[in-house]
């Protein structure tokens, strides 16, 4: 990209192919489709780059971005370095992965999520350097505004967390969720600042109790023993 551009329908990204945005803003702005649809990039594997993602100069929730980076059926590694998203509900989503090539794998570097980040059917998954932040897509949701939910093996290195963000491993099927020198509001990341909970009903409670910093749900497999903090 060499200007910042406005867009109303999804741009695709072939696999294997090179994203570059050189810095420059991706504004999902009036989307055509509405609701789920409405999205930024779709990948099938390769490298986005240098790019920044912003939904929010929408006032309706029906025309504004929806999930900024969708991966679908990737036939490789799917790179994401320096991209940074606010306004969306999804900054980044898996999408049907029935005939994704076996290994692939997510790599996430230097970039800021702010929202519902959710990822199935890879190999693994890694975050370095990354800021996850509680979105503003629904005013008033925290479970829609502020949560990872990882499906297979991830890993965050060097990651920061937003207080009250949400760990949701509901539906983890991988084998560990491994935190590396992670922090919480730039305070270092530990077990005790994890707070149980389970969730029946949107909002999620606004108020920590003292002393914890971040939420997480146990699935019917994934219990916190699945959390390894290093």
């Known amino acids: 990209m060499s200007d910042n551009v406005a867009i109303s329908s999804n741009i695709s990204v072939a696999d294997g192919k090179e ?14 489709e509405t609701g789920g649809l409405a999205l930024g990039l779709t990948v ?5 780059k240098n790019l920044n993602i912003d939904g929010q100069n929408q006032a ?19 790179v994401i370095d320096n991209v940074n998203i606010k306004g969306v509900l999804y900054p980044l989503n898996t999408g049907d992965m029935a005939t994704a090539a076996a290994g692939a794998k997510l790599s996430v570097a230097n970039s800021t999520l702010e929202g519902w980040t959710s990822f199935a059917g ?14 503003t897509y629904y005013p008033g949701e925290a479970y829609a505004n502020s949560l990872v939910k990882p499906y297979v093996t991830t ?18 099927a991988g084998d560990k969720v491994t935190f590396k020198n992670c922090t919480v509001d730039g305070v270092a990341l530990t077990e005790a ?3 149980n909970i389970t969730v029946t009903s949107n909002p999620i409670p606004s108020n920590l109790p003292a002393g914890k910093s971040l939420w997480y ?11 390894i903090i290093e």
Do not use: H, W
Not at 60 to 78: C, E, H, L, M, T
Not at 217 to 227: H, M, P, V
């Open 19 to 32: 994203f570059d945005g050189a810095g420059n803003t991706l504004y999902m702005d009036n989307m055509t």
């Open 155 to 172: 890993v965050f290195e060097n990651c920061d967390f937003e207080k009250g963000y949400y760990i949701d491993l509901s539906s983890f």
């Open 193 to 195: 600042m994890f707070e």
């Open 60 to 78: 309706s929730v029906n025309n504004k971005g929806y999930r900024a980076i969708f991966i679908v059926n990737p036939q490789q590694d799917v």
């Open 122 to 135: 890879l190999a693994s998954a890694e975050f370095t350097g990354c800021n996850f932040g509680i979105g």
């Open 44 to 48: 099938a594997g390769g490298e986005i």
């Open 217 to 227: 749900e146990e699935g019917a497999t994934a219990k916190f023993d699945k959390i």
